[in-house]
Nanobody
């Protein structure tokens, strides 16, 4: 099982990026989450989306700036990031949870992909 996050890059503060996660068939019937890890910090959840796409969760630090959606026909999940800040810099990972509902419980995320680096300059 291999997930692949892509779309990272260098962007100025206030800019936008759209990340993609090719989640494959493991994402069927399961929620998918986005996480990030800044240099020297622990990995933290950014948000999560249910299998149907009808429910989402966002951390307080990204709420109202980031949006998660998914295309189930393509087994792909997206993270639209707007109004980016330097503190959003980090490696962004996607992961597939066991279960259809979004969750903040890292232990429920079974499959992880390689991350994509996002760098926000001030």
């Amino acid at each position: 099982v291999q997930l692949q996050a892509s779309g990272g890059g260098l962007v100025q503060a206030g800019g936008s990026l759209r990340l993609s996660c090719a989640a494959g068939r493991t994402s069927s019937n399961n929620a998918v989450g986005w996480f990030r890890q800044a240099p020297g910090k622990e990995r933290e959840i950014v948000g999560s989306i249910s299998w149907t796409g009808g429910r989402t969760y966002y951390s307080d630090s990204v709420k109202d700036r980031f949006t998660i959606d998914r295309d189930r026909t393509k087994n792909t999940v997206y993270l639209q990031m707007s109004s980016l800040k330097p503190e959003d810099t980090g490696i962004y990972y996607c992961a597939v949870a066991l279960g259809p509902q979004p969750t903040t419980d890292r232990s429920r995320y079974r499959y992880w992909g390689q991350g994509t680096l996002v760098t926000v300059s001030s």
